[in-house]
């Protein structure tokens, strides 16, 4: 009985032993295997540390790959404590040299941590800086890679790009709207170390950052330095309060160039105010449109089959009076009669009161919520305005004829030049865009693109095209001929819309703008151009923003290889006006023969033959009267 009890309890130990055994030998393939990686990280984490190396930010770059905002390779300063054995000697060299004093280097010497990043003194280093550091050797002193945002063209489109703070995060404009993607995956340099911080001898391990993805801009760069360019000559010959201008393709919304004064380099963004850091006029800015805002009325006036604006017409005694208000003509007088074309070319108020007569208020303000005033274009831009449209119940007879020349609404650039985009395109309105692609940075391939957003019809194509033609002629025979262009067909309308303040009209304190479509008879590009308070000008658009409109217009056509078209209409000449003729053929004639036929040119000779053999420019070719024809003889 004795020995089967023993026997007993030998088989119970036997078989706890046993499942001890099988415990031990699963926790061991627990900890070996299952949780292995899991155990492993402790262990790093407990032994192993990390120097950063910073990813560079994505690039900016415009529609044709050049960089618009860039990344310089600097260095910055880490400590690691615990590895620094003379403290002293460290602080007084790193103060000196970073000409900080001694106590405030001490406290990032002897901070109880594992890595002290010093900041902001030892960030963004030059290299004289940090060349001295390295020399010196210093135990427990380390340089780091770090990158840091540049913009190669400093405040070329400045408010639509933005600015980076010191740790390389998007502080404004697409650096934070995009900022997701521009942002990197920081790397390191793994090293190891015992429990108090001292290096091990143990290989390091080097994991490379991963850089932000690349955006790609709707941007033109050559358009954009067009406008930087006549801006600056706008805030040096007429000390606006503020100037702008916008280029789109109409045919899809696409921005093809933005800029405002005043602008701001975001390479030196602190020494700004917040006022000018955080507007960015073109989207921002609501006021009065003036005369250019007669585009969209004259258009709803067409589609709506009310006037024949080649037969129909209108006479102008010179000022009419709505709801007890005098509305007068610009012109002393008034232009007399006139075809509704011609009120249109001459930019006539009282017409247009006519107009906005004839559409009724519910028809006029119907167009003007669909060409989309008193909304959000929906431009992929932060801080985009609604501006002012009133309220139907609220618009009475004289609210309704000034809204129809473009005064008592508010609205913002982005918003008539998308409208005016619409009137050309054939009656498609789009949301504008700014940002065409992400790519990869790495082979530079799309990883996500973004298309044109159609909203809605506004006018019928039949329309469209007699507003071209309407918009040409303004240019041609109109207050718009200071933007004629030979060759070219031009469309353009001025405006002077008289500022507000406290409900009341300032004196001698206008907005002057000028709408542009090139070519009118194939819309590539509308450009807008507005001067706020230009001092020292005559108070009239056509002087004042049609001449800077009509350089920039020049840059278009070279940056978007737009040809010569057939058809223009002909200019109506003043005594001021560059008057152009046709080169005739020369070749073959005498040279007496050849000065008679270009009576209306300067003629310059080379060789003393008899018969013209070459001429330049060629035959065919207009410039303008008094411009040099040079000959050579046989």
């Known amino acids: 009985m004795f020995t089967k009890k023993i026997d007993a309890r030998i088989k119970v130990i036997f078989l706890i032993l046993i499942l001890l055994f099988v415990f031990i030998i699963l926790r061991v393939f627990y900890v070996q295997v299952i949780d292995y990686n899991f155990l492993s990280d402790l262990a790093d984490d407990l032994w192993s ?61 002897n901070k109880v941590t594992s890595i002290e990043r010093v900041h902001p003194e030892g960030r963004r280093l030059s290299y004289e800086v940090a060349d001295e550091i390295a020399s010196l050797n210093l135990s427990g002193v380390y340089l780091v890679k770090e990158a840091k945002r540049y913009y190669p063209y400093g405040d070329l489109l400045s408010h639509v790009l933005g600015y980076v703070g010191i740790d390389n995060q998007g502080l404004s404009g697409l650096e934070l709207q995009y900022d997701e993607y521009l942002t990197g995956e920081q790397g390191a340099i793994k090293y190891f170390s015992d429990a108090k911080g001292n290096k091990l001898d143990l290989s390091e391990v080097y994991v490379a950052p991963q850089d932000g993805m690349n955006i790609q801009l709707t941007i033109d760069y050559k358009i954009q330095m067009s406008l930087e360019r006549e801006l600056d000559n706008v805030v040096s010959m007429f000390n606006p309060d503020m100037a702008l201008a916008i280029v789109v393709d109409p045919n899809n919304g696409e921005i093809l160039g933005m800029s405002s004064r005043p602008n701001y380099d975001p390479n030196n963004y602190q020494k700004y105010s917040t006022e000018t850091l955080s ?16 585009i969209m009325t004259f258009a709803s006036a067409l589609e709506e089959n009310l006037i024949d604006m080649e037969k129909d017409h209108f006479y102008d005694s010179g000022g009419v009076t709505i709801g007890g208000s005098r509305i007068g003509c610009w012109k002393a007088g008034g232009h007399g009669d006139q075809t509704f074309l011609q009120v249109l070319e001459n930019s006539c108020n009282p017409g247009f009161v006519k107009l906005g007569q004839m559409l009724g208020k519910e028809r006029l303000f119907s167009y003007l919520e669909k060409f989309g005033f008193g909304t959000k274009t929906g431009v992929d831009l932060t801080g985009e305005g609604e501006g002012i449209i009133f309220p139907l119940d609220r618009v009475g007879e004289l609210e309704l004829v000034t809204t129809a020349f473009g005064q008592g609404v508010s609205v913002t650039p982005i918003q008539q030049v998308m409208a005016v985009s619409s009137v050309v395109n054939g009656g498609s ?35 469209s095209l007699k507003m071209r033609y309407a918009l040409e002629s303004v240019v041609a025979r ?10 070219y067909r031009i469309g353009g309308k ?37 001067i706020d308070n230009p001092k020292n000008t005559a108070m ?3 002087y004042t923003t049609a001449p800077v409109a009509r350089r920039i217009l020049l840059d278009i056509i070279d940056a978007l290889d ?25 070749i073959g004639l005498t040279a007496k023969e050849a000065s008679k036929a270009l009576t209306d040119f300067k003629v310059e000779y080379t060789g003393n033959g008899e018969k013209v053999v070459e001429q330049s420019p060629e035959a065919g070719n207009r410039i303008a009267k008094g411009s040099t024809i040079r000959l050579l003889l046989e």
């Open 49 to 109: 540390r990390n120097l950063p190396v910073e990813a560079n930010r994505g690039l900016i770059l415009d529609r044709n790959g050049v960089v618009l905002a860039d990344n310089l390779t600097t260095t910055s300063l880490v400590l690691i404590p615990n590895q620094i054995t003379d403290k002293e000697t460290v602080t007084k060299e790193l103060a000196r040299i970073l000409n900080v004093n001694e106590e405030e280097m001490a406290e990032h010497v």
């Open 279 to 294: 507007r960015n006029l073109p989207i921002w800015a609501s006021y009065e449109p003036g005369s250019t805002f007669k």
């Open 429 to 463: 309105l789009y949301s504008p865009y700014i940002v065409k692609n992400i790519l990869e940075p790495e082979t530079n391939s799309i990883v996500k693109t973004y298309e044109k957003k159609f909203v809605r019809n506004t006018i019928s194509n039949e329309t």
């Open 478 to 487: 109109g207050g718009g001929r200071y933007a004629y262009i030979d060759g």
């Open 494 to 530: 001025t405006g002077t819309a008289q500022k507000v303040e406290n409900g009341r009209y300032l004196v001698n304190n206008y907005i002057m703008s000028f709408m542009a479509v090139v070519p009118s008879n194939d819309p590539k590009a509308i450009l807008y151009v507005a």
């Open 540 to 542: 009239l658009s056509s």
């Open 562 to 586: 737009i040809p010569k078209q057939e058809g223009q209409i002909e200019k109506v000449y003043q005594w001021d006006d560059e008057v152009y003729a046709e080169v005739p053929n020369v």
